[in-house]
């Protein structure tokens, strides 16, 4: 079954412990994106990833890291959480160009306290 | 200006309503254009694709106008599980370009 997975669904955490959300696809696809979702402020793209070792920043990068070692996983990695980067997360991946669709993950609700 | 630009809502609709959404884009060298629907808190599907000669699934309609730069959704004979947030997406240079969303609240 295609997918995209990420892990953990919920996290609470305190500022400044370091996590890290992993995101995997299993359709081969070359492109991965992350993305925050906060009231009022839809989906906002934090990175993005157009293949292996190529990640590009999204429109709200700060306080984030992620890597692409492998196509498959995109993991996404906060150093020192702050209050400000609780937030809904979505992983997202698809081919690249033309009428691709993209799947996303479930979502992870991150609080920071 | 933001690449893709929704009217926010919420579209509060009577049952049976029919409902149109736009939404507007500022690279005019984008290549694909889709609706996704994101229901509370959860992930977004893809409802339908865009193309130039507009996409017609059941009750729902998608056209693209690529002079004017915009793209349009109309429901017809809402459904209370038409419920949902409608969010616009272009692709182009950056693929997955999300509107913020449209929310439909449909009433009984």
């Known amino acids: 079954e295609a997918q995209v997975t990420q892990n953990p669904r919920y996290l609470i955490t305190v500022t400044g412990k370091k996590l890290t959300v992993t995101c995997s696809q299993n359709m081969n696809h070359e492109y991965m994106s992350w993305y925050r979702q906060d009231p009022g402020l839809g989906l906002r793209q934090i990175y993005y990833s157009m293949n292996v070792e190529v990640t590009d920043k999204g429109d709200v990068p700060e306080g984030y890291k992620v890597s692409r070692k492998e196509k498959r ?3 996404l990695i906060l150093e020192s959480p702050s209050p400000n980067q609780t937030s809904l997360y979505f992983c997202a ?7 691709t669709e993209a799947f996303f993950g479930q979502g992870t609700r991150l609080t920071v306290v | 200006r933001k690449e ?7 579209f509060n609709v009577p049952e049976g309503a029919t409902v149109a959404f736009n939404c507007t884009y500022s690279n005019s060298a984008s290549q694909s254009f889709f609706w996704y629907r994101q229901d509370c808190r959860k992930e977004p599907k893809l409802l339908m694709s865009v193309y130039s000669s507009g996409n017609e ?3 729902f309609t998608a056209q693209l106008n690529r002079a004017s730069q915009y793209i349009s959704l109309l429901i017809r004979d ?3 599980s038409d419920s949902a947030t409608y969010l616009c997406v272009v692709n182009g240079d950056t693929p997955l370009v999300f509107g ?6 449909v009433i009984a």
């Open chain 1, 73 to 75: 996983n995109f993991p």
């Open chain 1, 93 to 99: 991946s698809s081919s690249i160009g033309g009428w």
């Open chain 2, 4 to 10: 893709v630009e929704q009217d926010p809502g919420p």
């Open chain 2, 57 to 59: 699934d059941g009750r």
């Open chain 2, 78 to 80: 809402s459904k209370l």
């Open chain 2, 100 to 105: 913020k969303g449209t929310r439909l609240s």
